[in-house]
């Protein structure tokens, strides 16, 4: 009886080779299997199935996760406002981590012997999957056919060509990842440390001019209606978002990153939709939270964000995080007001039953309402007092020498 293997599969170039290699030369009954995080279309997943199938798979799965994926790890970069070195929404490498979480499960829903993977050996995502399979599959054997042979396009194309495959082996000018919480591009001009995308390399044309105001409602931190229009479910918010706010070109940028191996690399992305929401989520938390629950907000999410990158979700402290990010959005509820324009967006302000910025209790620069002025004279001498002990001990002490 052949061994099973599953296999991570887009349909592309790397995943096409490591699906017909297994089969034929190997001799592994494969299993393949893509989960979509919100990058293809029906029509896309049905060819791809095809694809699989015309490679001599012997089963295809296609897994929908994209509710999934927001449950498991968006809600939290939104709770955190999590941007990688103040820039970048984490857009791929979030979903990679819902990727190979899904295909562990399946590799051990088949009692697999083998799981495989399309990665090379440079970047990011080869230690993604191989961490989390070490963890959920141990025993089952990794197997990673472009890596360990470190093939190269041509040859793979050769080899394709040779058994017969019928595929598009033109290579795309720009490389493109689309997913629901962004979109990356790669291309000549982030191979250096200078240079922009032009305009055709962005998968989002600018087609919106002037500007418009959108009104976002979070509940307890989540995303609830735009302009008034309410839906069931955060992610269909997020894709109307990215309908309205892509076209003005708005969150677009180049990412410079330290990989998880220890090289530095640009990747360009567009995430108008998570942009968006992140600094308006941000707006409103400044408003309803005090500076303490603030403060260490920050410094969770910063490591939690870098810990997330580097493929560490299932270390149990994450789960620690999570649920202090998910308790600290309890009064995390209101409007925000975002004007849209083309190319960049400005949080106009916020209105909130939980807004801490309230003229009842006075007004900055002006009165307050909440203590006197002798209040204030008297807990100025007690919040200073430790440092003035320590200044007049150390003049003690200087005098005496």
């Not at 042979?149 to 040779?162: A, N, P, W």
């Not at 807990?379 to 007049?392: K, V």
Request: aromatic content about 10%.
């Amino acid at each position: 009886m052949s061994k099973k293997v599953v296999l991570g599969f887009s349909g592309g170039l790397d995943t096409s080779y490591c699906a017909k290699w297994l089969s034929d030369d190997q001799g592994y009954e494969v299993h393949s299997i893509i989960v979509n995080t919100g990058g293809f279309t029906e029509e896309e997943l049905r060819h791809i199935e095809a694809h699989a199938y015309a490679l001599g798979v012997k089963s295809h799965k296609t897994v929908n996760a994209v509710k999934n994926y927001y449950e498991r790890i968006i809600r939290y970069l939104i709770y955190g406002n999590v941007l990688k070195n103040n820039t970048y929404p984490l857009s791929v490498s979030a979903e990679r981590l819902s990727q190979a979480l899904h295909i562990a499960e399946h590799a051990a829903e088949l009692n697999a012997d083998a799981v495989a993977h399309g990665s090379t050996g440079a970047g990011n995502d080869q230690v993604r999957f191989d961490m989390i399979f070490h963890i959920m599959i141990p025993g089952v054997e990794i197997i990673t056919p472009i890596r360990d042979m470190m093939l190269s396009r041509d040859e793979e194309i050769s080899y394709l060509k040779k058994k017969g495959v019928n595929m598009n082996f033109d290579k795309a000018q720009y490389s493109i990842n689309k997913g629901l919480w962004g979109t990356s591009v790669g291309g000549k001009e982030t191979l250096s440390s200078k240079g922009m995308l032009p305009e055709e390399a962005w998968p989002t044309q600018v087609t919106k001019t002037g500007s418009e105001e959108v009104k976002l409602f979070f509940s307890k931190g989540e995303l609830r209606k735009i302009n008034n229009q309410h839906f069931e479910h955060p992610v269909d918010a997020i894709r109307h978002l990215q309908t309205i706010a892509g076209p003005y070109g708005i969150g677009r940028d180049i990412h410079v990153g330290d990989t998880i191996i220890g090289i530095k690399g640009r990747v360009g992305f567009e995430a108008a939709a998570p942009m968006v929401i992140i600094k308006a989520h941000h707006a409103l938390e400044k408003h309803v939270l005090t500076k303490w629950q603030l403060q260490w907000k920050d410094q969770l999410a910063s490591f939690y964000g870098n810990w997330l990158h580097e493929g560490q979700i299932l270390d149990p402290v994450m789960i620690d995080i999570e649920n202090f990010l998910e308790s600290s959005q309890r009064n995390v509820t209101g409007d925000v007001f975002v004007q849209l324009m083309p190319y960049r967006f400005q949080v106009i302000g916020i209105e909130s039953e939980y807004d801490l910025m309230n003229s009842k209790y006075g007004k900055y620069g002006e009165m307050n309402t909440g203590f006197t002025g002798d209040d204030v004279r008297g807990f100025s001498r007690i919040f200073g007092n430790q440092t003035l002990i320590y200044h007049q001990v150390k003049e003690t002490v200087n005098a005496k020498h």
